[in-house]
């Protein structure tokens, strides 16, 4: 089995266990950077994937919680290497999917990236400034260690682009459910119910909804049009507030 | 990557410039040999290939072309004077010349560009303008295009440049922009730059992001050059016509580049002219102390370009310094980064404190007060004079420096406070 195909399995197994499949995202090292596997270990209890996010000193398509974990993380010294290391390290088995922007990955170099990744339990990336056009150089590399790169499609993809893109993701299809940047709180437009269901008609692997997604009647309402719910920005606050990650990612699923 | 761009053969950079001077670059993909190419976030995708369909449309619509020109002639006050520095010339033993930008309305050259992406935001139907700026000229230029073509316009600017460029923040309000501003990350430009695609993603439809530099993913780069080219088209004929031929070298500075692409791509065919980009050197060599980018930068991905760029060995962005607001910047247009691959132009860089003496010398003997990103050009040619006697110099004066009276001020009086 590729590595990425154990993203597919996860999350295909508690659709066959009539759940909605639970993606958590945190960045790595935040709030503290020595509790990184701990928090990880925790959330991983209850994601059937988990999502690490690397630190960017410029995340463009995220919004103020992800701004404010990725700028602590790096001034506590989180780094690629690092994450990898500490990855490595560990003992979790739930599949891993580390999100990105391009020049952190560009700086690891692509096939020393690949290498490492692939021996510290990650199974694919997600490059949120990277379209489908320029990605060939990294999913070759991705490619040779049978690593998945996750395609995202949005609301404002066309249905051509977005029939294309659903058949050369890998893993899942992550399904931004808003024109916009990580962690809103707007409520979700109905229409996101319409577009879900359109993505889902060109998808042979699972789908899975994200950004924005804080409350257990969206993940119920996302949970009957899609596979699986990502949940970043409000998982963030409530670590850093200091609340029961673990229940938390437990009472959304209702 | 790197390697491979230092081996260039001879025969690689000769059809490289041949290809930018017949107009083949930016390629399909928008690239500039291995440089360029857009690297958006998939929710721009569409947007921005609807800009690239709306850039040829734009460019081929001979009426909204000759409207466009009309505007920059009575509004814009174009061309802008060719003005032959006496003073400079003098005691620099050189022929100086300088393109006076500082004389376009909104006292720089930005406005070339903002009036022109103002134009072609009225024609994609944009229900308003999104912008970000370092300096504030290219601020305060698209808070003026706006106004002038009619359409609501937001400037991010970090915090850090609200508090030196202050008189432009005013001049924003006045001409009805909402300027927001930007304390996340360095409070600079590239801040801005961050927060205006953030703005961007979230109506990509409606909104027009009109950006203010020869960076930013593919058509953007391409897109200012095309506008800013005036500069340089006007520039070669006027130096012809004053001069009586071309110039031995142009001189201009580089923050994101896009004065200096304007003044030296007319010119890229005329291999008898040198150019030379001066990148600001802030305090000295030093990582962090400077945004010398194509001198101590190596390739990356920044605001959806692939080019040289200020990163540290994680991968992140460099933090910068600059007595300059407008150069202030980590990365560089990718038309810059191939120039200098394939040694078609020169890039050094200039300190804060040669900047500014090359600024009160302009202001004692030309009687023109340059702006200080300029005033980075006007060094650099001066040293470049001093190896080079007696030659032509034709210098993109971008500028004019009343926008940076408050740093000015701090600055004299620092130094009479030493002396
Ligand atoms: C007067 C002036 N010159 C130069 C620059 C640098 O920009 P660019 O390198 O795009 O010309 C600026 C930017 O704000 C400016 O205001």
């Given at each position: 089995m590729q590595l990425h195909q154990k993203i597919s399995v996860a999350l295909n197994a508690a659709t066959a266990a009539g759940r909605v499949g639970l993606v958590p995202f945190v960045t790595a090292g935040y709030p503290i950077k020595d509790e990184f596997i701990k928090v990880l270990s925790e959330i991983c209890k209850d994601g059937d994937v988990v999502e690490v996010g690397v630190p960017?000193?410029?995340?463009?398509?995220?919004?103020i919680t992800i701004q404010r974990s990725s700028h602590s993380a790096i001034e506590q010294g989180v780094t690629l290497n690092w994450i990898i290391d500490q990855l490595a390290a560990s003992d979790i088995d739930t599949p891993i999917v580390l999100m990105s922007y391009l020049n952190p990955l560009l700086a690891y170099g692509y096939e020393a990236l690949a290498a490492d990744a692939a021996k510290a339990g990650v199974c694919g990336f997600i490059v949120p400034d990277l379209p489908w056009e320029e990605s060939e150089h990294l999913r070759a590399a991705l490619e040779t260690q049978g690593l998945g790169l996750v395609q995202l499609v949005t609301p404002a993809t066309p249905e051509d682009r977005l029939e294309m893109l659903c058949k050369v993701s890998q893993g899942f299809i992550y399904a931004v459910?808003?024109?916009?940047?990580?962690?809103?709180?707007q409520s979700m437009p109905a229409e996101v119910v319409d577009y879900l269901d359109v993505v889902k008609r060109h998808a042979s692997i699972p789908v899975c909804a994200g950004f924005g997604v804080r409350e257990p009647s969206q993940v119920a309402m996302l949970g009957k049009h899609a596979d699986g719910v990502i949940v970043g920005s409000a998982l963030l606050e409530k670590i850093e507030s200091g609340e029961d990650a673990a229940a938390f990612l437990r009472g959304l699923q209702g | 990557m790197n390697e491979a761009l230092e081996n260039m053969s001879d025969a690689d950079r000769a059809e490289h410039l041949r290809k930018l001077i017949a107009g083949e670059y930016p390629d399909k993909r928008g690239r500039y040999g291995p440089f360029g190419g857009s690297y958006a976030p998939e929710t721009l995708v569409t947007a921005l290939k609807r800009l690239e369909q709306g850039i040829h449309e734009f460019l081929a619509d001979d009426e909204l072309q000759v409207e466009l020109r009309r505007e920059l002639k009575d509004w814009v006050g174009r061309p802008t004077a060719l003005t032959h520095a006496r003073g400079l010339s003098k005691r620099w033993g050189a022929d100086v010349w300088l393109k006076r930008e500082d004389l376009a309305h909104t006292g720089a050259h930005k406005i070339n560009n903002a009036l022109g992406q103002a134009f072609l935001a009225k024609k994609l139907g944009a229900k308003r303008v999104v912008a970000e700026t370092g300096a504030g000229q290219h601020g305060v230029a698209t808070a003026a295009a706006c106004a002038r073509v009619g359409i609501p316009c937001t400037v991010y600017m970090g915090a850090v440049d609200i508090e030196r460029q202050a008189p432009n923040v005013d001049r924003m309000y006045q001409l009805g922009a909402n300027v927001v501003p930007v304390t996340g990350g360095d409070a600079t430009l590239r801040a801005a730059i961050d927060e205006a695609f953030r703005n961007w993603v979230a109506d990509p439809a409606e909104t027009f992001y009109l950006l203010g530099s020869a960076v930013g993913p593919h058509p953007y780069p391409w897109l200012v050059q095309v506008l800013q080219s005036v500069i340089g088209t006007e520039a070669r004929a006027q130096i012809i016509e004053a001069a009586g031929g071309l110039p031995d070298i142009a001189v201009a500075c580089v923050g994101g580049g896009s004065n200096a692409i304007g003044l030296f791509h007319p010119m890229l065919?005329?291999?008898g002219i040198e150019m030379l980009g001066i990148e600001a050197g802030g305090l000295g060599p030093d990582l962090g102390d400077n945004s010398a980018t194509l001198a101590a930068g190596k390739p990356g991905v920044l605001h959806g370009t692939y080019s040289m760029l200020l990163y540290d060995a994680d991968g992140q962005i460099q933090e910068t310094h600059s007595v300059s607001a407008g150069l202030d910047y980590p990365g560089v247009g990718p038309e810059h980064a191939l120039l200098k691959t394939i040694g078609r132009v020169t890039y050094h860089s200039i300190t804060d404190d040669v900047a500014l003496d090359a600024l009160r010398e302009c202001c004692a003997f030309e009687g023109i007060l340059p702006a200080i990103e300029s005033s980075h050009a006007l060094a650099g040619a001066r040293e470049w004079a001093k190896e080079n006697p007696g030659k032509r110099i034709l210098i993109g004066?971008?500028?004019?420096?009343?926008?940076d009276m408050p740093t000015l001020s701090k600055h004299m009086s620092f130094r009479e406070a030493a002396e």
């Open positions: 960017f000193s410029d995340p463009m398509a995220d919004g459910t808003v024109t916009g940047v990580t962690g809103g709180d | 065919a005329d291999s004066l971008s500028g004019r420096g009343d926008k």
